[in-house]
């Protein structure tokens, strides 16, 4: 398997729902090349996606306190 197919196969959930296609799509040729020519980008958006997950979870952690006293606050009034 080259890298190419290996990167394919780790993301290929993400690939098929963004291009909505099956993944019996990618055994068509014309269909794994448009994928590939695309995989870079998509790789990218992926990886950014996954890391902005995790820093906005812990971002509205953050702040839930400060959004608790808020909802509190306007209950007693």
Do not use: P, W
Request: proline share 0%.
């Amino acid at each position: 398997m080259d890298k190419n197919e290996k990167v394919i196969t780790n993301h290929l959930a993400d690939y098929c729902a963004y291009y909505s296609i099956s993944n019996e799509a990618l055994n068509d040729t014309d269909i794994l090349n448009s994928v590939l020519s695309h995989q870079k980008t998509m790789d990218e958006l992926i990886d950014g996606y996954s890391e902005m997950g995790q820093l906005n979870s812990e971002i509205s952690n953050d702040f839930r306190g400060s959004e608790d006293e808020v909802l509190l606050r306007l209950q007693i009034m």
